[in-house]
């Protein structure tokens, strides 16, 4: 079994940065492909920024040149780096290990966090 916790998120100014962790436990480092994804009430999951179990990183059109996906194996942490942030980055954040789509950004993982709020707003 997988745990998943995030944590970093809050709020920001229009233009500032966060960082968001996700903190992994009960698996192996590097036998998952792990990723990040944000969903806003009544739309779908969206992909923001995956990493596969090669270290092969993919980001979602929103995050691409202002977010960055990195990961402490020996810490079994997954960073997102967020910066000029938007008010439309304003979302519930996911972390997910385990890809089972077609895609390591379509949101088909086998395990989730619970889940942080970001808001973007002046």
């Known amino acids: 079994q997988v745990q998943l916790a995030e944590s970093g998120g809050g709020s920001a100014l229009p233009g500032g940065s966060l960082r968001l962790s996700c903190v992994a436990s009960?698996?192996?480092?590097?036998?998952?492909?792990m990723g990040w994804f944000r969903q806003v009430p009544g739309k779908e999951r969206e992909g923001v920024a995956a990493r596969d179990s090669d270290g092969y990183i993919s980001y979602g059109d929103s995050a691409k040149g202002r977010f960055t996906v990195s990961k402490d194996s020996a810490k079994n942490i997954l960073y997102l780096q967020m910066n000029h942030l938007s008010p439309e980055d304003t979302a519930m954040y996911y972390c997910a290990a385990g890809c089972r789509g077609p895609s390591t950004l379509a949101p088909i993982y086998t395990f989730w966090g619970q889940g942080i709020q970001v808001s973007v707003s002046s």
């Open positions: 009960g698996y192996a480092p590097g036998s998952y492909c």
